[in-house]
């Protein structure tokens, strides 16, 4: 899971969501040598269903809130590796900022718009949904929930022209019902923010994630990956 592809700015309220765009060049690096392959989230739900074959140490790069240093940035150094990512995009703010960290103080980061996203999909990037306006799931009404998750799904559909299957909630807030919700929308899986890999009987809808910080060294990265052990099932 990443964030921000960047330089961290000063003033930042978010410091750890910067990686620099050499650090995830040196982190792309080590995953290559140790024999990683990127997918796409429609991939490994394919392949943890047995439904597909997946690649040995398959990898899928999540980056979320759409930001357009994914463009600028991410996605010029996983297609020298002939990958492609997956960018969970805040439908109703693409083409804006973030404004919901620029309100409680933080910078200000351009959102990739929706012929940004469109030109992505083609070249084989994953358009994920990250609800219409990054709420707390599992903090608002249940009803305001609903109104986020199935008018995300629908404007990004409308917006690049594909279906989008999957999403992850912001700030990792969820609970049965809002799974369930999600679930109701027509998504077929979901990310969190708790640590771990992913197998055949994860729920789709908790996914597991190993964040990548600003201070996360590419070996830190391959240590994550390789010889953490995940946390043991709630
Ligand atoms: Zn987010």
Request: glycine content about 10%.
């Amino acid at each position: 899971m990443y964030h921000r592809i960047a330089v961290r700015p000063k003033g930042t309220t978010v410091p750890a969501h910067y990686v620099s765009p050499g650090l995830l060049r040196r982190q792309l690096h080590a995953l290559v040598r140790l024999g990683y392959e990127a997918v796409s989230l429609g991939q490994m739900h394919a392949g943890l269903r047995g439904e597909a074959r997946l690649p040995r140490r398959p990898i899928v790069l999540t980056f979320d809130d759409g930001y357009e240093n994914y463009a600028t940035r991410a996605a010029p150094l996983i297609e020298d590796r002939g990958w492609a990512g997956t960018v969970f995009v805040v439908a109703g703010l693409a083409g804006k900022t973030n404004d919901w960290d620029n309100r409680q103080g933080d910078v200000v980061e351009p959102l990739m718009g929706f012929e940004t996203l469109r030109d992505l999909a083609k070249r084989g990037h994953e358009i994920g949904s990250h609800t219409f306006s990054h709420v707390r799931l599992g903090h608002v009404p249940i009803e305001v929930a609903e109104v986020e998750v199935v008018r995300a799904k629908e404007a990004l559909e409308a917006g690049i022209g594909q279906r989008v299957p999957y999403f992850c909630y912001p700030y990792g807030d969820h609970n049965s019902e809002v799974r369930r919700l999600v679930r109701e929308a027509g998504h077929e899986g979901a990310t969190t923010v708790r640590r771990g890999k992913n197998r055949p009987e994860t729920d789709p809808f908790q996914w597991n994630r190993i964040n990548v910080r600003r201070n996360t060294r590419a070996s830190v990265l391959v240590w994550k990956l390789l010889l953490r052990r995940d946390p043991s099932p709630r």
